[in-house]
């Protein structure tokens, strides 16, 4: 029980950097990102691509599994999966923004989805790896309670990232501008805003937390190229759970996402995890569609 | 008959029978605008259905009906409508993406459900050995396939006809208002949720359809005919053949149909060894520009929309 | 003639290129004149001023402002080019406190500027400053008004566009909002307003243009147009015409 609620913590925390990114393209860009959870693959992927490069797995630090070089990479493919969200925005996404139905937005982004789910296995082809081949010691808490140090580390800085990106949000002109282009894009352009500007921006915040998410994941658990497909339903439950476009929000529905899927297994049988994020998502789609914490672009008509 | 002409037959049930999918769709996206990213959660309702409707009782299987084929494969069709009630009833009287979400949701926890509850779906075995309909009658497999080549056609005809009358119909010409200027069809006084419901309960349950012939074709299931890949391929015909036009719809079917079956036989026989796993990406991800490639460059398809609108 | 700030000439434009709901509209505004224009709904007065503010697909004719081609200017550039535009009732952003839509409404500025610019708005409108912390949703529509011209004159513009100002306020804010506007124009401000009420709007006005099906079919001093017949006729015939503060397209 104490170790399935601090396995939820773990994954939720997860969960709830790629929904960060998610419920700000849902409500910025306003559209539902069937692509959003590929990304935390292609993070995932290209700061594993940045370590076999530099084949500089220098010595890990202190009790973590990974040192210096795997920070360093990941700030790396932090950048590169921006340069990919950004491709992609203005290959496939700018050119549909513009057409009559938005839904044809979405329908892009889940072939978008495919494709970048294909790119990633055709070039790492599909068996799973790891950072790192270190073996960590866990460490026992208290009976029934082992955390792997590099848990820690994630959790952690999970926190610190969701800490920053409010303080962004609230006091920077960009985290105004991006509030405000949720709520009404005419009048943000009204106020002189660049509104492309701010939409580069909002991709570079998304890919970069979705980044982050996918090493994360890498570290704690494996690497494989479906992350990201077993990733797109947990996400967008965690982004309607905690209502399209709040940034807390989505934290908050991330950890309850996580926390159920990590519960579920003590009642039904572990085969079904996966199904846990749709039960969520039904059950708010039919109890309160705005989510928990009613966002900026609002889940209901 | 030659070995040329018997694939072609083979080629033909499947691409058809695809079609009778791809006109479920067309009727949700192309005349009304839903995004159904679960197409193959409703396909292995149907087919899962139907082949736990028909199947012999086995005493390890909680299924095993016993029961005629066209009942099981409406059984089938029964219980995709149901599945899309359930998803339908949650999504449709809020934001659009909101089906496209739960659908794709739905479809992931089909796929769980076909894996690990053995007892009913045989798990990752599926469920084999079903009698195929009339089989007895036929006196080898070539003059059956004729004869179920004949038996698709004949249903897609019919689903074909039943949806243009549909279409034509006052109901019909809504879905277009629906799908065009929401705010202008309610103002008509309709209620938009129970027709975008209407929709895509009828549309699921062709889908469903199609999963109950396939089934009764081939007389098994097992997950592996179920895998995520399908609501691409379905929805590249879709989108290569021309949505808002039935004809596009089976069309599309043949024609991606086609193209996949090639390209997969052109990977087999050139790719080595070593390089077919990657191939094999090569030919999924194709199946993913295809339908970027449709959206940004030719969104009406082959056939696109006859009349008006953007 | 004095110096004219915003000059439109056979302006085609609307919605989408292939629909225009303007047909030709040719006027000009004066430094320190207030121009408004009237018409009935759909004949393109708050399409006119969404085409000056670049939000709409020009496909014919060109804006002037301040001697410079505006035509393709894109609407956040238009600070800069010494124009401001308050759209019509969805004019604040509702979730976003007082502070922040004036802090928005500054982001050009450099922040010492913007900062000394909010403290002059404050100033102007002392009810927004009691309120300052406070969500916009939270204001009155006569509130939010002052907030959306507050926000507006923050870049220090020489021409104010309005998008009917007075829709959805009651009578007594409408006189507010209006005595506001004069208070304005006194500072050096030249104003074009769209206005649905045609008698609020001869009274108020220096010009004033009559749109109707996308083209602008009678203007001249409000004076004059006070007397017109035909707008005598449209306008004044029936008591209560053009008092509805619906929307316009």
Known sequence: MLQAIADGFMSGAIIALGAIGLTLTMGILRFANFAHAELVTAGAYIALAVLWLTGAFMGPIGPFSFGIPMLLAMVVAMAGTSVLALTIDHLVFRRLRDRSGHMTLVFGSFGVSLVVRMIILLIFGGAATYYSNELQIAMRVVPGLRIMPDQLFVLGLTVVIVVALHFFLQRTRLGLSMRALAENPELTRVNGVDTNRVIRWTWIIGASLATIAGVFYGLTIQLRPEIGFHLILPLFAAAILGGTGNVIGAVIGGLIVGMAESLSVLFIPAGYKLAVPFLILLLVLYLKPTGLFSGSAGGAK | ?310 | MSEVLLRVTDLVAGYRPDLPILHGINLHVGAGEMVTIVGPNGAGKSTLIKAVAGLLTITGGHVEAMGHDITKVPTEKLGEAGIAYVPQVANVFTTLTIDENLRLGAAALDRPLAARRIEEAYQRFPALKSHRNHKARALSGGQRQMLAFARSLLCAPRLLMLDEPSAGLSPLIVQEVFTELRALMKSGLTILMVEQNVKAALAISDRTYVFAEGQNRIDGTSEELTQNQEIRAIYFGNAGAGNSASGDS
Request: charged share 10%.
């Open chain 2, 1 to 310: 008959m030659s070995g040329f002409s018997i694939y072609l037959i083979f080629f033909l049930i499947i691409a058809l029978n695809y079609g009778i999918m791809g006109l479920g769709l067309n009727l949700q996206w192309g005349y009304t605008g839903l995004f159904n990213a679960g197409v193959v959660g409703f396909y292995a309702i149907g087919a899962y259905g139907a082949a736990i409707l028909v199947g012999p009782d086995r005493d390890y299987l909680i299924g095993g009906f016993d029961l005629p084929w066209p009942v099981a494969i409406l059984g089938g069709m029964a219980l995709a409508a149901l599945a899309a009630l359930i998803v339908g009833l949650a999504t449709l009287r809020l934001r659009e993406e909101y089906l496209a979400i739960a659908t794709f949701g739905i479809a992931l926890s089909l796929q769980l459900v076909a894996l690990n509850f053995e007892s009913l779906t045989g798990g990752a075995n599926g469920l084999v050995g079903l009698p195929r309909p009339l089989f007895h009658l036929f006196e080898d497999s070539t003059t059956y396939n004729l004869f179920f080549l004949g038996l698709v056609i004949v249903i897609l005809g019919i689903v074909w006809f039943g949806l243009e009358l549909a279409v034509r119909s006052p109901w019909g010409r809504l879905l277009r208002a629906v799908r065009e200027d929401e705010s202008a069809a309610r103002s008509l006084g309709k209620n938009i949720t129970l027709i975008r419901l209407q929709v895509f309960v009828l549309g699921c349950s062709l889908i469903g359809l199609s999963g109950g012939l396939y089934v009764a074709f081939i007389g098994f299931v097992s997950p592996t005919d179920f895998l995520p890949l399908l609501t691409f391929q379905v929805w590249a015909m879709l989108i290569v053949g021309g949505s808002g036009n039935n004809a596009g719809a089976v069309l599309g079917a043949v024609v991606v149909w086609a193209l996949w079956t090639m390209s997969g036989l052109a990977i087999s026989r050139v790719a080595p060894v070593e390089l077919q796993s990657q191939a094999g990406a090569i030919q999924v991800m194709l199946i993913g520009l295809l339908i970027v490639a449709m959206l940004i460059f030719r969104p009406r398809g082959l056939i696109g929309e006859k009349t008006g609108g953007s």
